[in-house]
């Protein structure tokens, strides 16, 4: 099942609507690192509220799109990983380390509007 | 007794709420993570466990995908008053684990993984064990309880 993906001003909002294999995932992956590069996109909110599970490959797939999108210039936060998934990768030793997190859509805007103005703001 | 008889009589003290669902491509290991939670949930495990067990579930049959290519999972409920719970029997015929202690380290992986499939199964459910024969096959037994004696 593909992700859609949204483009919101300068950011990207890929959408999960249900449970992912690997292969969706990795797709999502290629499809958000291709299109921060089309878009000029500045950043990247994957909303993971409708996973079922985030299990050791969504979050290496998760980490990856990341790693990556800041390599192209863009930040990444994930949002909307409910307490029973945060609590299943804890237990797992999942830790999404050096990936931002946020609780929801609008927490994870706010997020990526002050990296922007703090990049702003360090380019003064 | 006939054979034919003697298969009746095994099938019939097979537990009803018993699913069998073979892996072999990472769609399956979806419909297995699912099919557990769903099992979960109609036997009372609230939410965070029935999150937990899918999450064993999707790690061990991963694994089956990515050493083995093919396996199968089998589901089980069990009611037998303190020992309840949820059994998953994980079972392949691929190359086997040389090396158990090390493949249950956290960060240990031959895949090019994270290397937290096996020891995170173990974390998340009460119980775990595997059979490994190299060259043979691999059987992971793991088990939530549903009201772990703590």
Do not use: C, W
Request: net charge neutral; charged share 25%; hydrophobic share 45%.
């Amino acid at each position: 099942m593909e992700v859609p993906i949204l483009k919101q001003g300068q950011y990207l909002i890929a959408s999960i609507q249900s449970a992912l294999t690997d292969a969706d995932l990795s797709q999502l992956r290629e499809a958000l690192i291709a299109q921060v590069g089309r878009y000029r996109a500045r950043g990247v909110i994957v909303d993971v509220t409708a996973l079922d599970v985030m299990d050791s490959f969504a979050v290496r797939t998760l980490r990856d799109v990341t790693h990556m999108a800041r390599l192209r210039g863009s930040e990444t936060v994930i949002v909307g990983i409910q307490p029973e998934v945060a609590f299943a990768m804890v237990q797992l030793g999942l830790t999404l380390k050096g990936v931002a997190t946020a609780l929801d859509l609008e927490e994870g805007l706010a997020f990526l509007n002050q990296q922007a103005r703090a990049r702003v703001d360090h380019a003064r | 007794m006939p054979a034919d008889e003697r298969r009746l009589a095994v099938a019939s003290t097979m537990p009803a709420d018993e699913r069998r669902l073979a892996v072999a491509t990472d769609k399956d290991v979806v419909s297995a993570r699912q099919l557990g939670r769903e099992l979960a949930a109609g036997f009372g495990f609230s939410p965070g466990d029935q999150t937990v067990i899918a999450a064993a579930i999707s790690e061990i049959a991963r694994n089956i995908l990515m050493y083995a290519r093919r396996g199968e999972v089998v589901l089980r409920v069990t009611h037998d008053g303190p020992r309840s719970g949820i059994v998953v029997v994980a079972r392949d015929e691929g190359p086997g684990i040389p090396d158990v202690t090390r493949a249950l380290t956290d960060g240990y992986s031959t895949s090019g993984g994270l290397g937290l499939g096996l020891p995170g199964a173990r974390r998340l459910m009460d119980e775990f064990e595997i059979v490994t024969d190299v060259g043979h096959g691999t059987t992971v037994t793991m088990s939530k309880l549903k009201r772990p004696q703590r």
